[in-house]
Nanobody, 121 residues
Framework: LQLVESGGTLVQPGGSLRLSCAASGEPLEYYAIGWFRQGPGEEREELSCISHTGIRTNYADSVQGRFTISRDNAKNTVYLQMNDLKFEDTNTYYC???????????????WGQGTQVTVSS
C-alpha cells in the first residue's frame, strides 16, 4: 500500500484547505486511516482517525470542530477538511494506514511523504 498526500499550500488565518490521501497498490477499504502532523524536532500529533467504512471518526481536541475527516473508498482516497485555520496549524501533514481506530490509529503499516500546510497572513 502506498499513500500520497496532497493539498497543502499557503493559506491565511481563518481560511480552509482540504487535504487528500490517495492510496494505490491495495484497496483503501482494507484500512483505517489516520491524519497526523509533525514538524522538525516535534512530537508527532495524531489529529484524526477514520474507520474502514467511515462510520467511526475520532479527533484530537486541538482540531475538534474545525477539521473533518472523510473517505471515498471508491476513489481510494481519504480527505481532511480543515476550516478556521490558525497560525499554529502550520506543519507537515501525513496520513497513515492501520488496522482500526481505538480511538487512535492502531497498527500504522504505511505512511505518506507528507504535505506542507502554512498558515500565514
Amino acid at each position: 500500500l502506498q499513500l500520497v498526500e496532497s493539498g497543502g499550500t499557503l493559506v491565511q488565518p481563518g481560511g480552509s484547505l482540504r487535504l487528500s490521501c490517495a492510496a494505490s497498490g491495495e484497496p483503501l477499504e482494507y484500512y483505517a486511516i489516520g491524519w497526523f502532523r509533525q514538524g522538525p524536532g516535534e512530537e508527532r500529533e495524531e489529529l484524526s482517525c477514520i474507520s474502514h467504512t467511515g462510520i467511526r471518526t475520532n479527533y484530537a481536541d486541538s482540531v475538534q470542530g474545525r477539521f473533518t475527516i472523510s473517505r471515498d473508498n471508491a476513489k481510494n482516497t481519504v480527505y481532511l477538511q480543515m476550516n478556521d485555520l490558525k497560525f499554529e496549524d502550520t506543519n507537515t501533514y501525513y496520513c497513515a494506514a492501520g488496522s482500526l481506530c481505538n480511538p487512535d490509529l492502531v497498527g500504522r503499516y504505511s505512511w505518506g511523504q507528507g504535505t506542507q500546510v502554512t498558515v500565514s497572513s
